[in-house]
């Protein structure tokens, strides 16, 4: 007769700060693979599935959302020393999200735009990524994150192997998905060349350009990229805005959008009134004829 295992299985907590719980909603997806892997792990915290709490410990927490608020700024040490490995998922967690586009900009005029009693409101003046207050042991990137991917990081978490996450540009993935390229077709501005992949270059596939939910790549040449736009046709604080989506709070892509004047909130410069803006070295002439003249939009 078999002897039942004594070794204790490895605790997974799902931890929820600042966020939309999509992210969370992806480990709900896996359904079937959980089943599969349900006897191996314990889920001790799942807020999107359970009402039951825990505080740990935990030997991997995987954590969604920005640190937005005082208790979650409180909670996320509280996490961090209870966890052996903490894993932050999604644009939120790993960029600060849309919550981050208030960074640029003046909190309590926000707060009392869009709360009817914005005295009852406990925000921080930023929101911030989670890596920027504790030490972060993986990332997942994405909003929504990739739910194979994050089954390939559990698991190998699980198991003690390093986990296979892609590296490159959605650029890649675009090619090799066959992809004609809608920058190069229909001059539709593309975050591709500078994006981490982990979609399977999902936008370009239904003619839109990349708008760089994963966040950046290391090392992403941001500056070429924006003086594309602009040769483009697009001025410089527009070309700054396209990056300034979900992940626009994470560098470099911050500091473009900073630097040319695409700052959420603000409205970017159009073409006519471009020239006195100081970006120096970003504008160039609009060559006749480019894709952007020839009416390609994001
Ligand atoms: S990254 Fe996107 S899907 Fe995930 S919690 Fe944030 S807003 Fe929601
Ligand atoms: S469409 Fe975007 S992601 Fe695809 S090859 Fe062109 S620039 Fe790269
Ligand atoms: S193509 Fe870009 S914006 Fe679209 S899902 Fe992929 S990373 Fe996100």
């Not at 719980?21 to 079937?32: A, R």
């Not at 960029?95 to 009852?120: C, L, S, T």
């Amino acid at each position: 007769m078999a002897r039942a295992s004594t070794t204790p299985r490895p605790r997974l907590g799902v931890v929820k700060l600042a966020s939309c719980d999509g992210c969370q909603l992806m480990l709900l997806n896996l359904e079937d693979e959980l089943l599969a892997i349900a006897d191996r792990i314990d889920i001790v915290e799942f807020p999107e599935a359970t009402t039951h709490r825990s505080s740990g410990p935990y030997d991997v927490v995987l954590v969604e959302g920005a640190v937005s608020t005082p208790e979650q700024l409180e909670q996320i040490h509280e996490v961090r020393r209870e966890a052996k490995l903490l894993v932050t998922i999604g644009a939120c967690a790993t960029a600060g999200g849309i919550q981050a586009m208030r960074n640029w900009r003046d909190h309590d005029a926000f707060r009392a735009a869009v709360y009817a009693h914005p005295e009852y409101i406990e925000s921080l003046a930023t929101a911030q990524p989670v890596a920027d207050y504790v030490k972060v042991d993986a990332e997942l990137r994405g909003c929504p994150i990739n739910a194979g991917q994050l089954l390939e990081l559990v698991t190998a978490l699980l198991t003690g192997r390093r986990p296979d996450l892609p590296d490159e540009a959605v650029c890649a993935a675009c090619k090799r998905a066959g992809r004609v390229c809608v920058m190069v077709s229909q001059g539709i501005p593309c975050l591709g060349p500078v994006t981490m992949t982990g979609c399977g270059a999902l936008c370009p596939g239904f003619d839109r350009g990349c708008y760089g939910c994963f966040g950046p790549r290391e090392s992403a040449n941001v500056d070429s990229l924006s003086r594309g736009f602009v040769h483009m046709g697009r001025t410089p604080s527009e070309a700054g805005r396209l990056f300034a989506g979900f992940t626009g709070y994470a560098e470099p892509f911050r500091g473009l959008i900073t630097e040319l004047g695409g700052v959420p909130g603000t409205t970017p410069v159009p073409r006519a009134t471009a020239a006195p803006e100081g970006a120096a070295g970003h504008a160039a002439p609009t060559p006749a004829g480019s894709p952007a003249q020839a009416g390609g939009q994001r």
